[in-house]
DNA sequence: CTTGACCTTCCCATGATGGGAGACCCCACA
DNA sequence: TGTGGGGTCTCCCATCATGGGAAGGTCAAG
């Protein structure tokens, strides 16, 4: 397989597929013209990267998961810990967003929304009140 | 006031201070030496990009922001567009990364996390189910 | 043998933030 | 008056993941 069609069998594009490799998350062959040549082996691994990325896992994580991956004595216990850490991360920063989504929404509420100047969510960005609502 | 005094009474950091002017959020004075100089106007913008910040406003929604705020026959329709536009992408991002943690605690809860290899997370990773739980 | 679709490498951009180098400035103290 | 330490200036580079685009090589079909 060349890059195009690894990419449409991984779904991953070209360009984040040599990305990848140059961060060293996979080796592909290269074909006597200076083409990068895909095994089965390859697409699983990119496969494999796409669910990752799309559990929200940094490369750094999804490095060390495909070493784990690869090591078949590997503990399950440090797979578990990295998806548990990464979990955690994820909630916090889903917590935080919400409360920042929360704010606003209050504020927007006492916001009357028309035609005139008067605006709490200015009024709080320009000078926030010392109680109220945390951040 | 020179810039790290702005700094200190804005809590935000003298290099982002110089990136904010870089962008043409603010225009602080310049003295003869060179340095830059802050007023008490500078420094409530700089209070309010920080609070907008906090909100999670992107620098492109602060500067609309900034703009309304200085414009005086504003419409606070305007001011809540933007704020409830924002609130919209807050709680979809909110929701994506709840997603992900769900799906991933899904996992881990099936993970023995001991020393055996055998383990759902990779297993999902490498061969994920076209059933179960969606993405 | 040309044309078009593919591949290669290299540079640049995003968004928000920080680190650090090298040069300049200023004030206080000896 | 000199010097030391702390401020400031600009400029370049890094992060993280991703993409755009240019300039040039390669291949297959017409």
Not at 9 to 18: D, E, H, N, P
Not at 46 to 64: K, N, Q, S, T, Y
Not at 82 to 109: C, F, G, P, T, Y
Request: proline share 4%; net charge neutral; hydrophobic share 40%.
């Amino acid at each position: 397989m060349i890059i195009g069609e690894a990419a449409a069998a991984s779904g991953i594009s070209q360009k984040m597929i040599r990305h990848y490799e140059s961060i060293g998350l996979l080796h592909p062959a290269r074909r006597e013209n200076g083409y990068r040549s895909y095994g089965d082996a390859d697409v699983a691994v990119l496969r494999f990267i796409r669910h990752a990325r799309d559990l929200g896992f940094p490369l750094e994580d999804v490095r060390r998961l495909l070493a784990l991956w690869r090591d078949h004595s590997r503990a399950s216990a440090d797979v578990r810990r990295i998806a548990l850490d990464h979990v955690a991360a994820l909630e916090e920063k889903a917590r935080s967003l919400q409360a920042m989504a929360a704010s606003l929404r209050h504020l927007a509420a006492h916001c009357q929304g028309d035609a005139r100047p008067d605006c709490p969510i200015i009024d709080e960005l320009a000078n926030p009140e010392p109680e109220g609502t945390q951040r």
